[in-house]
Nanobody, 117 residues
Framework: QAQLVESGGGLVQPGGSLKLSCRASGFTFWYYVMAWYRQAPGEERELVAIITKDGGVKKYGDSVKGRFTISRDNRRNTVTLQMSSLTPEDTAVYYC??????????WGQGTQVTVSS
């Protein structure tokens, strides 16, 4: 059974950094485009970053460009999100996602990131 398990969330001060990890299991990881999304209270879920199967192409949401970096390790079945220069507006639940060929998405359970002094 496919599983995505996020880790690394927590409380961080404004201007700080945090690294999120997503460990995949139960499916052929290298075959799928992977992404990170986030959802703040009362807001819609938004794309943060997406990475192609071989990691060769990465795209970011406008609000995180230049501050966040997505990467993947197809040998370890992991996708990570390195976040820096965090602001309170980055506070949200962050979700790891697998993009399926039919356009649907498979989600992890999410990890909370709170940016506050």
């Amino acid at each position: 059974q496919a599983q995505l398990v996020e880790s690394g969330g927590g409380l961080v001060q404004p201007g700080g950094s945090l690294k999120l990890s997503c460990r995949a299991s139960g499916f052929t990881f290298w075959y799928y485009v992977m992404a990170w999304y986030r959802q703040a209270p009362g807001e819609e879920r938004e794309l943060v970053a997406i990475i192609t199967k071989d990691g060769g192409v990465k795209k970011y949401g406008d609000s995180v460009k230049g501050r966040f970096t997505i990467s993947r390790d197809n040998r370890r079945n992991t996708v990570t999100l390195q976040m820096s220069s965090l602001t309170p507006e980055d506070t949200a639940v962050y979700y790891c996602s697998r993009h399926n060929d039919d356009g649907t998405k498979y989600w992890g359970q999410g990890t909370q990131v709170t940016v506050s002094s």
